[in-house]
């Protein structure tokens, strides 16, 4: 079964600085998705991509396919972007129902 | 018009009582899933219905049943209600199985006295 590794699990920025978030799995995937959770409670799938990189406004997913690694990235970052940000893969390499194993999220909080 | 709904998104209740979070998806995806948010906001999937066939039943209590009607519901009954059973249960849709976008329900939140 797949395994997930998240970090950093807390971080805490300045408004406008570069953020990193580093999401590691043990087993060949078909595709990795990033999530997030609003203070509020809500979840929202951000991207999920099996290859390269996906760009949406100031956030830039990565993925390594063969380092079994991904990156989230948020550029010029605001208050707005604190949230928990979730790593998610497909529990087994078959992908299929199996439904996903979860990174244990990394808070992140902007400062203004 | 909201793509996955659950009801209630908030519930209390005693030890002992059975209770049912209901979700329906209008996204006309295939496949439902289950998933449960303990206190420390660890995310775990439960069940995954594929057009109203269990796929996945993780190591989950048997006091926990899912139910599917029709593919757009995926209903989760819980029986004899358990303090350990206090969490946000998501319930989540996506059009293919494991390679499409995942659409997440609000939550629904269980507390259990």
């Known amino acids: 079964k797949n395994e997930v590794e998240q970090s950093p699990q807390n971080l805490t920025a300045q408004e406008g600085e570069f953020i990193t978030i580093n999401c590691s799995y043990s087993?060949?995937?078909?595709?990795l998705h990033w999530l997030q959770q609003h203070p509020g409670g809500g979840i929202v799938s951000l991207f999920m991509?099996?290859?390269g990189k996906k760009k949406h406004g100031r956030l830039i997913a990565t993925i390594n396919i063969q380092e079994k690694h991904s990156s989230l990235h948020i550029t010029a970052s605001h208050p707005r972007d604190s949230a928990v940000y979730i790593c998610?893969?497909?529990?087994?390499?078959?992908?299929?129902?199996?439904?996903?194993?979860f990174g244990k999220g990394t808070h992140l909080i902007i400062q203004p | 018009d909201t793509a996955v709904s659950q009801t209630p998104k908030y519930l209390v209740t005693q030890m002992g009582n059975d209770k049912s979070i209901k979700c329906e998806q209008n996204?006309?995806?295939?496949?439902m899933y289950w998933y449960k948010q303990d206190s420390k906001k660890f995310l775990k999937i439960m069940f995954s219905?594929?057009?109203?066939?269990?796929?996945i039943n993780e190591t989950v209590p048997n006091r926990f049943s899912p139910k599917s009607p029709d593919k757009a519901h995926l209903n989760l009954h819980i029986n004899s209600l358990e303090l350990g059973d206090s969490a946000v249960y998501f319930c989540?849709?996506?059009?293919?199985?494991?390679?499409?976008?995942?659409?997440f329900g609000e939550g629904s939140r269980l507390t259990v006295l």
């Open positions: 989540a849709s996506s059009q293919d199985t494991g390679t499409g976008g995942l659409f």
């Open positions: 087993v060949g995937i078909s595709a």
């Open positions: 991509l099996s290859s």
């Open positions: 998610a893969v497909p529990s087994y390499s078959g992908g299929g129902a199996d439904g996903l194993t």
């Open positions: 996204l006309g995806h295939d496949t």
């Open positions: 219905y594929n057009n109203k066939e269990l796929i």
